[in-house]
């Protein structure tokens, strides 16, 4: 700023990149661990240099799961976890933004009554009705399938309020316009509010796709089935051993496929997860 | 705040409305309204019957010594993972924000444990920390101190809390940064010419400043806490040893799923709901506080 300060200016990069590894560390044990064998893991102490089984532990868990507990392939969890997070996030959006339409541009009689109804689900995280909402899953026949996974979770308060908020910065000329050129609510939805709401569209998707990767406590209880797995579940049940009966090299060679997807979402599309994370949460 | 412009239509918006509220009705309102019902009621050992049993459920949950430690260890555990999350955020935040070389460097490097699922981050811990195996286990042998986190509740606490902090650094550090971001800096300059060191700035002006920032943090943080954390523990240390981490939630869980007890299940989930209704309404008044700045 105004002060010439190589000190604070070395102090200050000093703790930063002390924060940076003090991150990273447990990403690269994960990583290097993901290429060891299980001999060299539980021989104490692990090398913190990667060993040359990358291939071989990956192509093991991607075709064939672990070795001795679950033999569901994790390249199936991929592909779960990727349906899910992605159901959950365009369905999100989509029924949070027509709802946002609808309490923006109408009157109706009911209109802050079910504005306030989508409010309230803010104050029911899935934790505190667990049991209930399973039964509801049971009763629908929605447990362990794709649909069960993700609808219970895409009614969503706050990218309708984001939405709401947008819509309110829309100048009225633009709706007023279409009017008189004879367009009406849809016909205004589809050519002229759709296409503004493109970047908070992208924002959303972000942060719901990650949120919906990592869903941990619904996926627990309503996969039964292997082959119904996310990957994140996949993890948990692997390690259902002892600390040194783990298959280490395999669950970490999971644990990286698992928050890789997620985590290249996070730095490719920097800009909108900060966009979409700040904009979120006010 | 209302549009002047509007379109008409009798039936249009509540068809736009329907999917939104019938989830909300199947999987939020129901299941709430369940929860409530079953708290009220005690079955028998089969779930063959039940009767209505008032406030039973809630009385025997107030009188059991588990459920009330249960509590003490989601007030601790939340009060350091907030802490200790928001305090290591805003030295990071600070620091970034003074720097001029690599900030979008360090910024990339700080925010990505976002994405990790916070099962995911218990895995990872409890590897690093693994009584027999563990890479920093070795190496606090080497300074005499014995790590077992399985068997000793102290460790076993700060283990999760470790996991769950590491997972929130990022959360905290990016609000942090765009808070720090939109202080003039005509105030700090004013005040540097005034001859105000750096300290003096930062207590003076940057930190009242950013005092909004950091309540919201702290209601997120406490959240975050309650909630999302039962991923870290049900990974790691499944509540254990003995009730050392089982924290409300998943004292929820592991009453109502693994042990069945449905009425006091939904006994705690009820209160859990408060709890969060309070929560939220913290959260909401505070932002209205906000908005006339």
Known sequence: ????????????????????????????VTFVAST????????????????????????????????????????TMLVNSLIMALSIAIGKIT???????????????????????????????????????????????????????AMPLIASATATFLFRQFFMTIPDELAEAARMDGAGPIRFFIDVVLPL???????????????????????????????????????????????ASNEWHLIMATAMLALLPPALVVILMQKWFVKGLVETEK | MEKRVIFRSAWLPYVLLLPQITITVMFFFWPAAQAVYYSFQLQDAFGMSSQFVWFENYLTLFRDSHYLSSFRVTAFFSVLVATSGILISLVLATMADSVVRGALAYKTFLIWPYAVAPAVAGVLWAFIFAPSIGIVTYFLKKFGIDWNWIINSEQAML???????????????????????????????????????????????????????????????????????????????????????????????????????????????????????????????????RVQY
């Open chain 1, 1 to 28: 700023m105004v002060e010439n300060r190589p000190v604070r200016d070395f102090l200050a990069h000093a703790v930063l990149i002390a924060g940076v590894i003090l991150v990273a560390f447990p990403l690269w």
């Open chain 1, 36 to 75: 060891l064998t299980f001999e060299q893991i539980v021989a104490v102490p692990m090398p913190l240099w990667p060993g040359d089984h990358f291939l071989d532990n990956y192509r093991q868990v991607l075709t064939a799961g672990s070795e001795k507990g679950s033999s569901a392939p994790v390249s």
């Open chain 1, 95 to 149: 029924i949070s933004i027509l709802s946002a339409f609808a309490i923006v541009y109408f009157r109706f009689p009911g209109r802050s009554f079910f504005f306030w109804s989508v409010f309230v689900t803010l104050m029911l995280p899935v934790e505190v009705r667990i049991i209930p909402t399973f039964k509801v899953a049971a009763d629908l026949g929605i447990l362990d399938s794709h649909v069960g996974l």
């Open chain 2, 159 to 289: 283990l999760v809390v470790v996991a769950s902090v590491w997972k929130q650094i990022s959360y905290n550090f990016l609000f942090f940064l765009a808070g720090l971001q939109s202080i003039p800096k005509s105030l700090l300059e004013a005040a540097a010419i005034d001859g105000a060191g750096p300290f003096r700035r930062f207590w003076t002006i940057v930190f009242p400043l950013l005092s909004p920032t950091t309540f919201f943090l702290l209601v997120m943080n406490i959240i975050y806490s309650f909630f999302d954390t039962f991923g870290v523990i049900d990974a790691t240390t499944e509540g254990g040893p003995g009730d050392a981490t089982k924290i409300l939630v998943y004292k929820v869980y592991y009453d109502g799923v693994k042990a069945a007890d449905l009425g006091g299940s939904s006994a705690q989930s009820v209160i859990l709901m408060a709890i969060v209704i309070t929560l939220t309404v913290i959260q909401f008044r505070y932002i209205e506080r």
């Open chain 1, 197 to 243: 709401s493109k970047t908070h569209m992208a924002a959303l998707f972000v942060i719901l796709f990650i949120y919906g990767w990592n869903q941990y406590l619904w996926p627990l209880l309503i996969t039964t089935s292997e082959s119904m797995y996310t990957v994140v579940i996949g993890i948990k049940r692997m390690i259902a051993g002892g600390d």
